[in-house]
């Protein structure tokens, strides 16, 4: 049984910092795509940052609010993968989920996520 579990939000002043992780059990971790979606109270869910099998030389997604702000990694010894988000802005404000993919596609669409996380709240003040 594959689990995908989140951990690290919180409450966070604007301006300050947050680090995401998520672990991937049950499955191969490294044979697979990974990535983070975010859903806002009265929004829809929405990619935010993306990470193909391999760290070094391979793809990266964000979506253009988060570029040079969110950084996305993955440690495959470790079957895990981290948001480190900078400079978090009140609209950062969501649940924030994690998303294995189906294949080596970037999920950065509902389509292309095997499994999901249950959320993580990440909520920023002003």
């Known amino acids: 049984q594959v689990q995908v579990v989140e951990s690290g939000g919180g409450l966070v002043q604007a301006g300050g910092s947050l680090r995401l992780s998520c672990v991937v059990s049950g499955r191969t971790f490294s044979s697979y795509a990974m990535g983070w979606f975010r859903q806002a109270p009265g929004k829809e869910r929405e990619s935010v940052a993306a990470?193909?099998?391999?760290?070094?030389?391979?793809?990266?997604y964000y979506i253009d609010s988060v570029k040079g702000r969110f950084t996305i990694s993955r440690d495959n010894a470790k079957s895990t993968v981290h948001l480190q988000m900078n400079s978090l802005k009140p609209e950062d404000t969501a649940v924030y989920y994690c998303a294995a993919g189906t294949s080596l596609l970037l999920p950065t669409t509902g389509s292309r996520v095997a499994y999901w996380g249950k959320g993580t709240l990440v909520t920023v003040s002003s």
């Open positions: 990470i193909s099998i391999n760290s070094s030389g391979g793809r990266i």
